[in-house]
């Protein structure tokens, strides 16, 4: 079992429209969907998971519609919409420099100061 | 790929949202909850393929879920709903703000004055422009526009002729059916008795199917009545048919006179048709025989639209037909001013009120007084706002204490919304109320200086312009109230529980008093100073130039006669008048002193003054030679009129002092030269000496020096509109009767229109001054109104805020002058500086209205007692707003209102 992450403030955002931008999914999907991307590393804690999806509902980031889940529910699935699609690979970009930055400042040795 | 910017995209989405969540919120609450329905289902399946039990599988997926209620308000809050969700309009909102309104009945009276008037003042200008382009009453489906020439030059519709009107029967398709008609004067008598006159209409045969307008008896005009040779027919209105033939069923078949021609009643339209405007009868307009006579035989014309035709389509298919040129016409200024016309399809009120195409939101005159109404409902809502939060601010406690028992700051502010909207409804209703009263009981065409209005338009209230004003109630309650709300309550609303804090009018609210103070007092200067001048005499004699009194002033209509003929009438009338006993003179013109004069654009010869501006305009009078020498008005330089003057080749013109020192500035005017290029008359673009000079005579009676004016000499039976100034020994007015009688005598088809003393006649200009006057005095009324409620609203908020501290000093020996000094300090300070800036402006304006050249001093005296009358009604009525506050400091006994605080 891999040990759980802690996700950072802000980030549960860019981790659902990484989710959302896999395929269309609904929202016990998008938890499910999350928790297999991250080799179950992040758990998103479901109390989160709809005022999130909502937000970005609301930025016009994902769009949802009502649907028929594969147990033959009626369900509500999400999907990136352009401007999603354009805010994501902003934030992943944003994402990598920072990532990058911090790696860098880790690895730093003693002849680099 | 959306092409609209990150920042643009999101607000857009957000905005739906919140739309969404305003409109739909029962829709978007179901949702949740069966979002999160399906989320606990899906979860419990996964359990239950994990070996758990049904039972047990619900049970962890609703506990692994929390809390649903919870999850949804995090889900409200990040829509950014949660505002909306706490809104919650209740009749108990309406009950407590019909129990408010009882509370503080002074507060709300001025704040339900100051909406019922605010809301209908914004109103009128939008009801006014669909009133006046409303379609006629027979046209259910408004599908009848009228087609006109516009001329852009002058910006003024351009005849039609007959030639037109056959031109556009064949060749627009857009048009179902196409007529013609022409308004006329008849002098209409039954049997032997003395003729009365009636607005008449000569019509095309396709008129009355056109407008589905059917008789009450008998019929209307058909084919057979316009063939050549048929007999005189005429279809007679309800009023005609009830004053002279007392309602005869039998009408049909009996007969009535016009002029000398004898017609035959061939049907009774019915009561409240009037086509085109105001018309008693009809008759057929029969077409002018020859192809030059229809080229200048004037008729409006009307169409139906086709079934699916726009009106785009049909201007379209109008444009690319063109304005014919005028057939047989060598004149280049007639062929040129024809070519710049545009053919227009128009509702048919504009071509009646000669408005552009756009109507009246096309004038930028009309927006700016749409603008200024919108300013004052925003002023009383400015006004409303701050009774609103005076009244509110009395009810701070009881407000910390609902905030304590769990009302929320949303649920707070919408129910002062509520209690603003109850007031800015009964101000609406009785604004509405009173308009719709006012409508029918003030008679608006005699204000409009018309005999009726026309029979299609209409002022009343419609359900449009209610719902307008129900909308215009919820904004004025939104910033009437919200606004103060918003501002009383975001302060730490809890802090008022113990009652120690205090609200206080910020320099917002001081900034209104001494405002409104301020136009008041310029707004009541202005209105006296307008109004002083409009009906100053002095000004006005020394405007018209002649003794106006004196003369009694009617215009002649000879329908359908020839030039020729005109001029043996003409010469024939104006004999007569002056062999009879009792007329001093007869003056013949196209514009009387005091009456409104045509202007056009003319150009000085070479040697003018210098200034190169080629769009200058000058009033131009078409007179007889004897008019000068008939009016008794003095040559000042040069000569008078001589009898040949009137032939197209003498080409002489006299001026006024006006247009010699306006536009020749003050220079030698006899010898120059002036023309009208852009006349339609090539005759007049060729140049004109001036050979004379004369003094003001009524070109422009509120200001005779902007009134230049050119006198043509012209000659009899060209002189059209022909108006007649008959100065008499005795009461002019006594003699309109046997002015008529001799007009039969000389031909009986002449009709006397528009019979007045020439000192009643007013220009345009004068109607303009009186509204504006008019208008100044209900703005400073309302405003007055208005800063007075203002001042109450302090007050008494002061009194009861500072209730405690005025006992306490009382009970130390304050005096009564001191304790009312503590609290009037502030707002008579206020209404000083109102005063103070008021005042300027308001003389201002009085002393560059009143003071006339070579004035005899009394000027100061006016302007002296005008300010005085103003600066004291302003004062008397703010006063007054602190009479009941100083009776309630001065009856505050100090034991009473510790007691009351502790």
Known sequence: ????????????????????????????????RIEQISGGAILVQQGALYPALYRLEQRGLIAGRWGTSSNNRRARFYSLTAQGRKQFSEEMQSWQRLVDAIALSLTATPNQV | MSLLPQWLAELAARTRALVRGLTQRATLEREMRDEFEHHIAARADDLMRSGLSASDAQRQARREFGHANTHRMDARDAMGLTPIAQLRFSW????????????????????????AVGIPVGLAPAHLARALEASLPSDAEGRVRAIRHWDPLFSRVAPTSEADFARWSVAVKGFTSVAAFRSTLAAVAVGEASPSQYSAAQVSASLFPMLDARPTFGRTLDARDFAAGAPDVVVIGHGLWSAQFARDRNVVGRSLRIGRRLYEVVGVMPDGFAFPSNEALWI?????????????????VIGRLADAVSDERAQAELSALGVAPLVGSSDAGEMEARARLRAEVVPFSLLFLGLPAGGLDALPEFRYVQLLMFALLLVACGNVAMLIFARTATRLRELAIRNALGASRT???????????????VGAGIGVFAVDWAIGKVNIAQLAGEVALPYWLSLELTGRSVVSALALAAVSATVAGVLPAILITGRNIASHLSGASRVRFGRLTATLVVADIAVSVAAVGMAFAVSQHATDL????????????????????????????????????????????????????????????????????????????????????????????????????????????????????????????????????????????????????????????VGHLGVNVMNAER???????????????????????????????????????????????????????????????????????????????????????????????????????????????????????????????????????????????????????????????????????????????????MRRILGIEASEAMRAES
């Open chain 1, 1 to 32: 079992m891999p040990q759980s992450a802690e996700l950072l403030a802000g980030n549960l955002d860019l981790v659902i429209l990484k989710a959302v931008s896999l395929g269309e999914v609904h929202g016990y999907g998008v938890l499910l």
């Open chain 2, 92 to 115: 108990l909102d309406v009950r407590l703000a019909l129990r408010i309104l009882r509370k503080h009945p002074m507060l709300n009276i001025a704040a339900i004055i100051a909406l």
């Open chain 2, 284 to 300: 057929p307009l029969r077409a002018a025989e020859s192809g030059g006579a229809a080229e200048r035989s004037r008729v409006q």
């Open chain 2, 411 to 425: 649920r707070i502010v919408s129910q002062i919304f509520v209690e603003a909207l109850v007031l800015a409804l």
């Open chain 2, 538 to 693: 002095r000004v006005r004699d020394q405007a018209l130039g002649v003794p106006a009194a004196e003369y009694l002033a009617v215009e002649l209509r000879i329908p359908d006669e020839a030039v020729e003929d005109l001029a043996i009438d003409q010469r024939e009338f104006v004999a007569a008048l002056q062999r009879e006993g009792g007329v001093r003179s007869v003056a013949v013109s196209d514009a009387l002193p005091g009456m409104d004069h045509r202007s056009r654009p003319y150009e000085l010869d070479a040697a003018a003054t210098g200034a190169e501006d080629d769009s200058r305009w000058v009033r131009t009078v078409n007179a007889d030679v004897e008019y000068f020498r008939s009016l008794d008005a003095p040559i000042r330089q040069g000569r008078d009129f001589e009898r040949g003057d009137a032939d197209s080749a003498a080409r002489v013109v006299i001026v006024n002092t006006a247009f010699v020192a306006q536009a020749l500035g003050g220079g030698e005017a006899i010898g120059r030269r002036i023309r009208f290029p852009s006349s339609a008359n090539a005759n007049d673009a060729r140049w004109y000496e001036i050979v004379g000079v």
């Open chain 2, 707 to 885: 009134g230049e004016a050119v006198y043509i000499p012209t000659a009899p039976g060209q002189v059209k509109p022909l108006r007649i100034a008959v100065r008499t020994t005795a009461e002019p007015a006594q003699f309109v009767a046997r002015l008529r009688e001799i007009a039969r005598e000389v031909n009986p088809d002449i009709v006397i229109d528009k019979a007045s003393l020439l000192s009643d006649l007013r220009q345009a200009d004068w109607y303009l001054v009186m509204g504006l006057a008019l208008g100044l005095v209900v703005l400073a009324v309302v405003l007055i109104a208005l800063a007075t409620s203002g001042l109450y609203a302090m007050l008494s908020l002061a009194v009861s805020e500072r209730a405690r501290e005025i006992g306490i000093r009382a009970a130390l020996g304050a005096t009564r002058g001191a304790l009312l000094l503590t609290i009037l300090k502030r707002p008579l300070m206020q209404m000083g500086i109102g005063a103070l800036i008021g005042l300027p402006l308001a003389a201002r304006f009085l002393y560059e209205l009143t003071t006339t050249p070579g004035g005899d001093g009394s000027t100061a005296g006016a302007i002296g007692v005008a300010l005085a009358l103003t600066l004291g009604i302003v004062l008397f009525v703010a006063l007054s707003s602190c009479l009941v506050p």
